[in-house]
């Protein structure tokens, strides 16, 4: 009986899982750096968690499940909810600012295609209980560190800079009212992703007065910072929310990042909780999907019930991140599978005892270590294996052992060998040895 | 809107993340020093990969669901099925021996309760395509390797030993026939879990003849080697299973773990494929259920539509370990959830913009480092901020810094201030300064 893998999934053999490694291994040490605690919550949590507030994309993409207690679940098709909940659930005792991190395997039922697939990673951090767009600048820093850090430079990828409450002070401006912007959101957010003519298409929809849709379409046009400095009033809503995109700009500079960094009207970010700066990562050649995204989120732990708590955050998927670092050559094909330190072999079968010994005594001192299953197979087929598993030292035990328990250790690289007693071997194993 | 977490799943704020990440990062090092390659598969499967050989019990518990397209899923409980379906599909092309660990979320729909959860973390390790006990050693030997690690001595756990064969063929000599094999494992596997008069109901309806349960319960009680030696008829296919057993022994022993193991007939672990040698670890005292269980099982590739190729391999869940560890004080409070390195100060607000320099060059150069989100509050302030986040080492960017480009920098372990030029810090800061 034979069973495929279900479609949009991945089976991580050795060599990919190596890469998955390579990458998370990656964000937890950006994240550690840049002074990030690590969380996690289940896999799946009540379904209503993604009726609140994800929006209606991700919930028409849920996977979910009546458990046999009647009760309606799903599995995460993002961890900011949970987020919410956790935080809430301890919002008294947790010290602020709560700086914390999570790379969540997430799912969602999409059509599988480049870049998008129903089960992947997520790199998320978080900073709660922060007002200041220093903490939307420290994320997007500590975003830019791990980017800079797997070789990807501002020639490869650009951060667009952008604010949800400048775009709602500007469309209230203009007279658009306060129930429409969750709406109005959502189709701009599509704007690069659709033919222009479906795109104006939507946006007549949600805004049937030409003039008003015009204005809003040059405003998305001017990235120019000294342009958009000419077009705010002084002591106006619109330049508060514009001091922030530029405190914002001020602060990745100072933190050696702003080349990395610009203003780009046209990001907006379709989830509906973003309430401040909104940002996302994309490639210069512009192919791929955003490499990531995120943005400020202040009323999000009101809505599931808690007090009113400021928080900023962004989520990067391992996706669209791993087609870019393969396009760019950074993700050599030399990520191993396997590190073996010592393989111990024998000349003789007689000496089987003493393999095993000496390898379950290396592996307890912290080594990593192999031998043959084939005790019947000559040195040379073992030396074989030992290449194979790419063995850096082979510890022979043979002729010499008996004689005067002396080991031959025999340098995988350089073919070079030596001589060595084998208490004198094992004192040497005191790490460093 | 307040919406609590689903009963048995776990949230892992920081300080349990701490120490969820100290047991997978122990499992991940055991396996890979003793040779093992990480694999994953996805977290669902069709629902039928489940139907086939885990057993009732686990069929029972699955969290499963149709998706959009009307296909029957089912989150994991285990992941050896899906081991056996990724070695199907490459088994031309993968070099053998095969030997895999995987450290998989899986559910079961279990009433929760100590030690067992519907939401959990299970070490895998797998050896396929070696057909000698040394496989079953090896994979005994890398289990009590990382309960030697965490520091369980003998005296703590004991490992179990038997044999499905031996067992088989005990069987089959008493005149129990080949189609209830199943059934009779799945009830002797619950003997030490049940009330002895329930046990033995259960086993009446498999096992009528009164003078075959007698001799089936004795063949169980006997653990003596002698005595069991004394038992067993040469050139028998008892004797063939029974020498099995003692190979496995007497490997443990070479490889330096032999006080933690012993033949135990009690054994007979409840899943379907095994075929050869199973094993489980046990606390001494016995009040938990078993931290580690596992086996040959020597058809599950061919029963997923494989060639017949030899397997064995173990599985440890995190939650009954965690109680053990806890219940032994092996689990110090002092996990720490952050490690920052320099916590960067500022005298006055007018140093902000330094501030947020160095911490950025500290980072990009791999250091942790911090600062306060108040850039208003001082520097007693910010020094205590330090001490809260565990910062070994505070930088101070002060008047030394307007007079002459110096940094203080303070320990926060002995409180000892040294002043630095800046130029010379981030000199020393090439790694191990």
Known sequence: MKIPPVKGTRDFYPPQMAVRNWIIDGWKRVSRRNGFEEYDGPIFEYLKMYQVKSGDEIVEQLFNMTDRGGRDLAIRPEITPTLARMVNQQINSLARPIKWFSVPRLCRAERPQKGRLREFFQWNIDIIGVDSVLADAEVIFATVDFLREVGLGPSDVKVKISS???????????????????????????????????????????????????????????????????????????????????????????????????????????????????????????????????GRYDNLLKDFGGPMVSATGMGMGDCVLEILLREKSLLGDSISTREIEYFVAFADNVFGSHVYRLAGELRRRGFSASFSYKPESGLSKQLKEASAQNAKKCVIIGQEFLEGRKLVIKDMGTSEQEVVGYDDFLVSLERGG
Not at 173 to 183: A, R, S, T
Not at 191 to 202: C, I, R, S
Not at 206 to 214: E, H
Not at 219 to 232: A, G, H, N, T, Y
């Open 164 to 294: 949800r409450k400048l775009l709602g002070v500007f469309l209230s401006g203009i007279g658009v009212g306060q129930e429409k912007l969750d709406g109005i959101y959502a189709v701009l957010d599509k704007k690069g992703k659709l033919p222009a003519d479906t795109f104006e298409e939507l946006l007549k929809e949600q805004v049937p007065d030409k003039d008003a849709a015009g204005k809003i379409l040059d405003f998305m046009r001017v990235d120019s910072i000294p342009e958009v400095e000419k077009l705010i009033e002084a002591d106006s809503n619109e330049r508060i929310a514009w001091n922030e995109v530029k405190n914002v700009l001020a602060y990745l500079e100072m933190m050696g990042v702003g080349e990395y960094c610009v203003y780009d009207p046209s990001i907006v970010r379709g989830l509906a909780y973003y309430t401040g700066i909104v940002f996302e990562v994309h490639d210069i050649v512009g192919e791929l999907r955003a490499i990531c995204g995120g």
